[in-house]
């Protein structure tokens, strides 16, 4: 049985981490992780023996060529990025410079002979929602924060490297991801938390922003379902959940679901970066999944037996 080997940039994150499990789980899978960990932790890494760490910067051409080098990798899936709104948009030059990884793992991948490179998107590209849910197809990307235009941009990239060269991708549009893994920045792990704990829920602004959730099984196994099809090659993905709700509702569901004495406050609404609406249109992940998402209640229960085993 011959070795399949794979990179994930950002793989000591919420999402990579989570990806790089699931992978390690077929035995003939060797799964290489490439993180700087200025947001990803070490602790996240799956601790398995088909599983190889190397802290690197994608962003530095000469810190990954070497890894490239030892490594003969088939696919790669290239997640490592700054996230997070408040963090984006306080460091919009970091965000910016994301770019030059991009670069980066495109050029070196297509002079490597990998078959096909998978990019972590995002739902921010669609901007403010010019219709609900949001197609892949029809929705045009209008966003204006540096963030979403470098995954606007990003996508180009990946398209243009198969047309000029042939590299093969498939661009996942992450819309919210909540999971084990995620940091306390994201909002159902901050509100459940902050519930288990009988704190106050603070939300920005009247909380009538809508988002949907998907756990994190979901966005792995479509993604790995994506690997393993030749139903998605060189095509946009949107990854998430379609059940749409404000963030009102989130917080009064996780306060309801914990029990919690809990108080809901209200900040002032943030100045740029909150759109008002996401919501996707799932119908190409649903028909990959071949089954039901995860319900966010079921979605909590897991987060919360994580969090009392912890």
Known sequence: MTNTTILITGGAGNVGSALANALAKNKSNIVVIIDNLSTGS????????????????????????????????????????????????????????DIEGIKNILSISKNTGVKRVFYSS???????????????????????????????????????????????????????????????????PRFLRAAMADENLYIYGDGQQTRSFCYVDDNVDTCIKAMY??????????????????ILELAQQIIKFTNSRSEIVHLPALKEGDMARRCPDNSKMRSLLQRELVSLENGLDELKKFYLSH
Not at 160 to 180: C, D, H, V
């Open 42 to 97: 070490i602790d996240k890494v799956p601790k398995l023996d088909n599983v190889i760490f190397i802290k690197a910067d994608v962003n530095n051409y000469q810190d990954i060529v070497p890894v490239f080098g030892r490594y003969n990798f088939e696919y790669v899936f290239h997640y490592a990025a700054l996230v997070g709104v408040k963090r984006t948009l306080e460091n919009p030059m970091s965000v910016l410079e």
């Open 122 to 188: 995002s739902s921010e590209v669609y901007g403010e929602p010019f219709e609900i849910p949001q197609n892949e197809q029809t929705t045009p990307l209008n966003s204006r924060l540096p963030y979403a235009i470098v995954k606007n941009v990003g996508e180009a990239f990946f398209r243009s490297f198969y047309k000029e060269y042939g590299l093969e991708y498939t661009i996942f549009r992450f819309f919210n991801t909540y999971g084990p893994n995620q940091s306390d920045d994201f909002v159902v």
């Open 229 to 246: 099809s030749i139903e998605h090659v060189n095509e946009v993905l949107n990854v998430g959940s379609d059940i749409e709700m404000t």
